[in-house]
């Protein structure tokens, strides 16, 4: 259930369901990071490896708590994710963001600067085709190639 707090508490983020959540924890542990701060969750990023392109990492969800922001949490997690040895075939790195998160396009755009590499960013999940209008257009952010062990 913390996870699914701290992602309610992070709008813009789309809340998944608690199994959801569940989910994310078991089957993707290797490649999602949870930070705590006092025994209480401040942050968590989801992710898998596509399965087929094992070279890339796709990042579902970065969520870290309002008060803390702004402190390279995230930024630490996602680095922390990659010098995994579950990671070290990683070449690339994607997720998708709406075109209004400057929160997300600043993180991975230092994220790509870190890796030393190259960020392309296309419309794939498009507002009225995709969501009925209901949500934001989606676009696919990606970054590399970059060699695994380039993370700090």
């Known amino acids: 259930m913390s996870v699914f707090r701290l992602v309610a508490n992070c709008p813009p983020l789309d809340p998944n369901s608690v199994y959801c959540n569940l ?5 993707f542990a290797k490649t999602s ?13 989801s992710g898998y490896i596509i399965p087929e392109r094992i070279d890339t990492l796709f990042i579902w969800q970065v969520a870290v708590d309002q008060e803390r922001r702004g402190l390279g949490i995230a930024n630490k997690m996602l680095q922390h994710i990659l010098q995994r ?7 690339n790195i994607e997720t998708t963001i709406t075109e209004s998160n400057q929160a997300s396009r600043s993180l991975f755009k230092r994220l790509a600067d870190d890796l030393n590499a190259g960020m392309q960013e296309s419309r794939v999940f498009d507002h009225e085709r995709h969501f009925d209008g209901q949500h934001d257009s989606e676009y696919l952010i990606r970054i590399g190639p970059f060699t695994s062990g380039n993370a700090k």
């Open 23 to 27: 989910l994310q924890c078991s089957h």
């Open 33 to 45: 990071v949870a930070a705590e701060y006092d025994g209480e969750l401040v942050g968590f990023i």
């Open 85 to 91: 040895p579950q990671c070290n075939r990683i070449a």
